[in-house]
Antibody
Framework: EVQLVESGGGLVKPGGSLRLSCVASGFTFSTYSINWVRQAPGKGLEWVSSISGRSSYIYYADSLKGRFTISRDNAKNSLYLQMNSLRAEDTAVYFC????????????????????WGKGTTVTVSS | SYELTQPPSVSVSPGQTARITCSGDALTKKYAHWYQQKSGQAPVLVIYEDRTRPSGIPERFSGSSSGTVATLTISGAQVEDEADYYCFSTDSSGTQRMFGGGSKLTVL
């Protein structure tokens, strides 16, 4: 079964740091781009960051650049999000989500939208 | 910054057709994708690349796009379709991804 499981959320004080993890199973992790998406309480979805399979391409939402760092360890089938200088407005459920990828007999194509999501981990920034 | 605009809410009676729009300048060149999110759950992809339905998604879900507006249509909406719906796309450079603000569909 294709699965993504997030962990690492919790309560942190403003200005603090937290590292989220996402462990993948059921697919060849190293060949897929993976994203972080967050959702503040009662609010909509917000794309945070994406990283390609070999970490060659990394993108962040313009509003978050400089405070968050995405990374991955393909040997551990794991994705990470290092979050620094946390603010109350970073309080949210953080989801990891896989970009769709399709292969035929000749080649594979990657797409810029997500087809598999984890259940999310909750981050609360409060004093 | 680039934005995708959706109506905050759409309401229909069971069996009626619900239409949710998503507007954004880059949609003339970029695909729109649609996600359904029920309360307390992760989003589910219901339409990708403007109009393609993933396997397992009911046929009553369809999508279209014209100019700067993409539309998700639910033909014969059912009570179980009540959820928040989000459009998703990228900016013209392809490096920034974004969701629309979301539309709450009420079926009653």
């Amino acid at each position: 079964e294709v699965q993504l499981v997030e962990s690492g959320g919790g309560l942190v004080k403003p200005g603090g740091s937290l590292r989220l993890s996402c462990v993948a199973s059921g697919f060849t992790f190293s060949t897929y781009s993976i994203n972080w998406v967050r959702q503040a309480p009662g609010k909509g979805l917000e794309w945070v960051s994406s990283i390609s399979g070999r970490s060659s391409y990394i993108y962040y939402a313009d509003s978050l650049k400089g405070r968050f760092t995405i990374s991955r360890d393909n040997a551990k089938n794991s994705l990470y999000l290092q979050m620094n200088s946390l603010r109350a407005e970073d309080t949210a459920v953080y989801f990891c989500a896989r970009d769709r990828r399709e292969c035929d007999s000749d080649s594979c194509s990657s797409y810029f939208y997500m087809d598999v999501w984890g259940k999310g981990t909750t981050v609360t920034v409060s004093s | 910054s680039y934005e995708l605009t959706q109506p905050p809410s759409v309401s229909v009676s069971p069996g009626q057709t619900a239409r949710i729009t998503c507007s954004g300048d880059a949609l003339t060149k970029k695909y729109a994708h649609w996600y359904q999110q029920k309360s307390g759950q992760a989003p589910v992809l219901v339409i990708y690349e403007d109009r393609t339905r993933p396997s397992g998604i009911p046929e009553r879900f369809s999508g279209s796009s014209s100019g700067t507006v993409a539309t998700l249509t639910i033909s014969g909406a059912q009570v179980e379709d009540e959820a928040d719906y989000y459009c998703f796309s990228t900016d013209s450079s392809g490096t920034q991804r974004m969701f629309g603000g979301g539309s709450k569909l009420t079926v009653l």
